[in-house]
């Protein structure tokens, strides 16, 4: 007679193993193109992908394995923070919650705590076999793929904007990228000549992944996060013929994707570096 429970902890645990996965390719493009020698390295149950740039979204370290228990999830939060206190500037230690056994889970405050990590955010990882989805049509908005210089400094502000950082650590993680022209499916969501919104796609082994996803404070609450974003499902689908698609969405984005066919599966935590 089979357990369930086994069964739903290995559902759990290669849906964990799969959001992690595609946090650590997608980044080592985006890393790379920012600083052809940032630190990308693989190490035993740790990947770091950091650019060492002010925008520390792109100064990223996650744990990679599964079924960890409490002693190895204390060694390598430890671990992780002695890089980050090696560095110049700030980033986040990315935990894929269900890659923990149910020991360590209890035991994850504590022990961030004593590798001098304190919490940040909560995440949540999706996924689904989605794609293609419709070319959206949105009565305020057209959609302008980035290309440009100018571009890519609308982009950067508005992440800036709506996760509160100051305008120049946005644009020092994306102006000047060839990256993001090329490689990225990436839309603004205009508003007449305003940029309002802006999501972006990119395949990453076989599937295509969702990233900065973000709308202009001033202008949320009337679907422009999900149409731009549906545009950049759209266009990278289009392109690539991938049917699959996934993200990690934050406490704000997590109601909307639901809608356009994505599944929820593990909870990520953010830590940064106490203070």
Wanted: charged fraction near 20%.
């Amino acid at each position: 007679m089979t357990d369930p429970t086994a069964s739903t902890a290995s559902t759990a645990s290669t849906a964990s193993i799969e959001s992690a996965r595609q946090l650590t390719v997608a980044w080592r493009g985006l890393v790379l193109d920012r600083d052809a020698d940032a630190d990308v390295r693989d190490l035993p149950g740790i990947a770091v992908r950091w650019a060492d740039c002010q925008f520390s979204f792109y100064n990223t370290i996650t744990l990679t394995e599964s079924g960890v228990g409490p002693d190895v999830l204390a060694q390598r939060l430890t671990q992780a923070g002695d890089i980050m206190r090696a560095k110049k500037h700030p980033g986040f230690l990315w935990l894929f919650e269900d890659l923990l056994d149910g020991e360590a889970r209890t035991t994850l405050t504590a022990a961030a705590e004593r590798a001098g990590l304190q919490y940040a955010f909560p995440g949540t990882g999706m996924a689904g076999d989605l794609l293609p989805v419709p070319d959206p049509v949105h009565p305020d908005l057209t959609f302008v793929r980035v290309r440009t210089e100018e571009h890519l400094r609308a982009y950067a502000d508005l992440q800036s904007r709506a996760y509160g950082f100051p305008l120049e650590e946005g644009r020092d993680g994306l102006i000047g990228s060839a990256h993001w022209t090329s490689e990225m499916y990436a839309y603004l969501a205009m508003r007449g000549d305003v940029p309002v919104a802006c999501a972006a796609t990119v395949e990453a082994e076989g599937r295509l992944f969702v990233a900065f996803v973000a709308t202009d404070p001033e202008w949320q609450r009337r679907g422009y996060g999900e149409a731009v974003t549906r545009k950049a499902l759209y266009e990278g689908a289009t392109a690539t013929g991938l049917t699959r698609a996934t993200l990690h969405a934050t406490v704000a984005g997590a109601p909307v994707y639901p809608r356009i066919g994505f599944e929820p599966n593990t909870p990520i935590h953010f830590y940064n570096l106490a203070e």
